[in-house]
């Protein structure tokens, strides 16, 4: 099992975590951990919404959802040697849900808290849960569907040098 540099509790809000979690990439934000060249280990991360989204039949969440506390990541972790402007390689080894938390979730969002693209034509929230098994997904809302689901992970990057963050910003 590779070396586990960041957890996360998912029953805690992102600020509560034992390692903070934040939502922008900006060089006065601290590394949390350093590794090396090659070294393969784990993160755990939270989901994108920071676990506003509840494993329930009710898609009130969704509707209510602050999109100003949105995507949680976990970090920043440093890597030995790397400076500002290097390109670097990450391989995912392996991605997966949290012990314990084996589901995710598809939700349209109101009207009135931004909509989407269809909005004209489904203008109030909705939610599905999946539960997640191995590689396949099923949903309690959405009954006699099943596929297989690829977990991706989400956001990765890295955070600009103050020089680029103060052209960025001119």
């Given amino acids: 099992m590779p070396k586990k540099l960041i957890s996360v509790d998912p029953k805690k809000k992102p600020w509560e975590q034992e390692t903070p979690l934040h939502n922008r990439w900006h060089p006065d934000i601290p590394p949390v951990a350093e590794v090396g060249e090659g070294d393969v280990f784990r993160v755990e991360c939270v989901d994108w919404t920071g676990g506003q989204i509840r494993n329930d039949d009710s898609s009130d969440d969704v509707k209510n959802v602050d999109l100003s506390q949105v995507h949680y990541l976990s970090g920043p972790i440093a890597v030995e040697g790397a400076m500002p402007g290097d390109l670097l390689k990450v391989d995912f080894l392996n991605l997966g849900t949290l012990d314990g938390d084996e589901w995710g979730f598809t939700g349209t969002f109101a009207k009135e808290n931004g909509g989407g693209f269809l909005t004209d034509h489904f203008p109030r929230a909705t939610k599905a ?28 990057g890295t955070a600009p040098s103050h020089e680029l963050l103060a052209m960025w910003n001119e």
């Fill in 129 to 156: 849960i999946w539960d997640i098994e191995g590689v396949y997904c099923s949903s309690r809302h959405i009954p006699g569907v099943r596929f297989a689901g690829l977990i991706h992970p989400g956001l990765i």
